[in-house]
């Protein structure tokens, strides 16, 4: 068997098939952590729950119901709120966490971010457009 052609057969294999999205990528991971802890933890349930978070993961993995796992994503993804960008790529949020300050509008309690290490800034809020300073 040439070393391209186990590629070639997975790919086809994949073809229209989910794929791993946030959710599995998320589930995995968070086997890999409670196989880790029961090295140390010594409890029976801890491998249980840890095979069936890779089970699941491999069934999402491999579904061909794009729709329902796509909805079931987003549904994860919203639940997550703030967190998100944690979960989906934790060395891009602690560059933006490191890089700029997120500060709430005192009118509309909108988000904005400014840059940190500037001093004093002028911020204008994009939805209401009120002014307010912001020291960052």
Known sequence: MASGDWQRRLGE???GRQGPDDLAVFSTNLAIVIV??????????LGWVALVLIAYSMFRIQSKNLGRRARENEAFLKALGPTRPWVQNPRAAWTELRTYKHVKCSSCKQRVRVP?????????????????EVRS
């Open 36 to 45: 880790i802890v029961n090295l140390f933890a010594r409890v029976s349930w």
């Open 116 to 132: 940190r290490g500037k001093g004093k800034l002028r911020v204008t809020c994009p939805r209401c457009k009120a002014k307010f």
């Open 13 to 15: 294999w994949l073809q």
